[in-house]
């Protein structure tokens, strides 16, 4: 039984999971380790998704599991669960509480269900293709601006675009009405709720982005890699989510060199 209502449902279930498990460990005493990216990992990061991969097993033990801390099963199924179990361990092991959880689910290569959890939050973020978004049960919708300059403008991993593409950089810190630096996935969903109209993003892999598509399109929004192509699991991970066609054109026009 594999229905959108019935993975929907353990979706919702498994954010619930994942919030518990992390609010376990956040803010208290942290094992942590730094990968061969030099990004770090804590004791939070696996348990959830160890969880979560157990979950799994039992309810939809056909399905295919790809998740940031154990890599991709080698199942050969249609239906592929992408876990982020700790999206921001750096916000989380400083005590930061705008760490998320992110959980796509792809049928035939393609992002149906995300989900952004914010545990330290209470809230869980919910879209579905074609369905639309809700926030704790409530529905949400991204803004209308259509004008960059009248913009509340989120710029992701700063630092990095400053380095890798300062030109890139330079005309994005002259765009917008209003613009904030941050990192990780809450702005893309405060763009989902309509706080926020535009974020670029740089230097993301699958599970840092697929969850996260769902929801903004779900909810009115625009998602795509920084040529304007649909984000997958081979997409290069430089991300534009607008809250409008009108805005997200502009914002491709900006990353061009």
């Not at 019935?6 to 990968?35: D, Q």
């Not at 990061?45 to 157990?54: G, H, M, N, S, T």
């Not at 760490?99 to 149906?112: N, Q, V």
């Not at 991204?142 to 675009?161: F, H, P």
């Amino acid at each position: 039984m594999t229905e959108l209502p019935h993975l929907i449902k353990h979706a919702e279930a498994m954010a619930e999971i994942a919030a518990r498990t992390a609010m376990s460990y956040f803010r208290g005493a942290l094992g942590i380790e730094i990968k061969a990216d030099e990004s770090p990992v804590t004791q939070a990061d696996k348990a959830v998704e160890a969880e979560l991969r157990a979950y799994l097993e039992a309810m939809f033990p056909e399905h295919g599991i790809f998740g940031e801390e154990e890599g991709m099963d080698d199942k050969d199924s249609p239906h592929l669960w992408v876990i982020d179990p700790i999206d921001g361990t750096r916000s989380f092991l400083s005590g930061h509480p705008l760490f998320g959880f992110l959980l796509a689910h792809l049928i035939d290569g393609k992002p149906e269900i995300g989900v952004i959890g914010m545990p330290a939050l209470g809230e869980i973020m919910i879209g579905v293709r074609g369905h639309g978004a809700q926030l704790n049960g409530a529905p949400i919708r991204a803004s209308d601006q259509t004008n960059l300059d009248q913009a509340v403008l989120y710029i992701n991993e700063g630092e990095k675009l400053y380095s890798d593409h300062p030109g890139v950089f330079d005309r994005l810190m002259q765009s917008g009405q209003t613009r904030r630096m941050a990192y990780d996935c809450y702005p893309h969903a405060l763009l989902a709720m309509g706080h926020v109209d535009a974020v670029i993003d740089y230097d993301l892999q699958p599970y840092d982005f697929l969850a996260v598509s769902v929801v903004i399109e779900a909810a009115g929004g625009v998602m795509t890699d920084w040529s304007g192509d649909p984000l997958t699991m081979e997409s290069d991970g430089r991300v534009i989510s607008a809250a409008t066609p009108e805005l997200h054109e502009q914002m491709l026009n900006m990353v061009k060199n």
